[in-house]
């Protein structure tokens, strides 16, 4: 079971505001910046990344139906920033992965406690070829 949705509020209003500017710039972290689906709002959430190849992988510590999640998912895109770069990334999709490979195996064990298996994969969109032209 992925963490509860209180911590993750908590988080939201207390823990992203001090993490994000060191998650922009420390390996293994990122900002993820996306648009609310209703409001149009745009939001900055960090979150823990792993890189397989040229997709990036989320691991999705509050489960699928994060707000953040779910506003990458409905725009279909959405920006990273991560080590003083930001890339545009495409054709998220959640992917359940019970055994954690897409992760580091020193990584795994700490999921495996929260009981994270549900992760976000996203693809560079310049992979497909559009210039990764408009923004979020």
Known sequence: MPLPAALGRFN??????????????????????????????TYRTPVNIVRRGA?????????????????????GECELETRGRRRRLCEPAVVIDQSRHLVPAVVRPALA?????HFLVLQPCE??????????
């Open 12 to 41: 939201a209003r207390v823990t992203n505001p001090l993490l994000r500017p060191m998650a922009r710039l420390a390996p293994g972290f990122g900002v993820v910046i996306h648009r609310g689906r209703r409001s149009g709002r």
């Open 55 to 75: 997709s990036i992988v989320v691991p999705l510590t509050y489960g699928p139906d994060a707000q953040w999640v779910r506003n990458v998912l409905a725009a």
């Open 113 to 117: 406690l929260v009981g994270v298996n």
């Open 127 to 136: 992979s497909r070829g559009d210039g990764g032209g408009r923004r979020p």
